[in-house]
């Protein structure tokens, strides 16, 4: 008998994989032997949009860090999923 996989559970597991990876490797840029797992790469906006309405202003931004150690992070998330 197959096990069900659920998307909402790989969601939850690679949600947790990024995080935790890029703890990790905020943690490990502290030290000199780990320093390369907090390698990576920033993209989005650097300088929020901002809507002003009068009575209400609204600012949106969003800006994703990659990291060495989040890419581990999702690799070990997946293969926690494959093993359910």
């Not at 650097?46 to 002003?52: E, F, G, Q, R």
């Amino acid at each position: 008998m197959k096990k069900s996989r659920s998307t909402t559970a790989l969601l939850i597991l690679l949600l947790c994989g990024v995080v935790l990876g890029g703890f990790i490797g905020t943690l490990a840029s502290g030290i000199g032997a780990l320093s390369w797992l907090d390698y990576g790469q920033t993209f989005g906006l650097t300088n929020p949009l901002m809507l002003d309405l009068g009575v209400m202003s609204i600012t949106f931004g969003l800006t994703i860090r990659i990291s060495i150690a989040s890419i581990l992070g999702v690799v070990i998330a997946i293969l926690i999923y494959r093993l359910l």
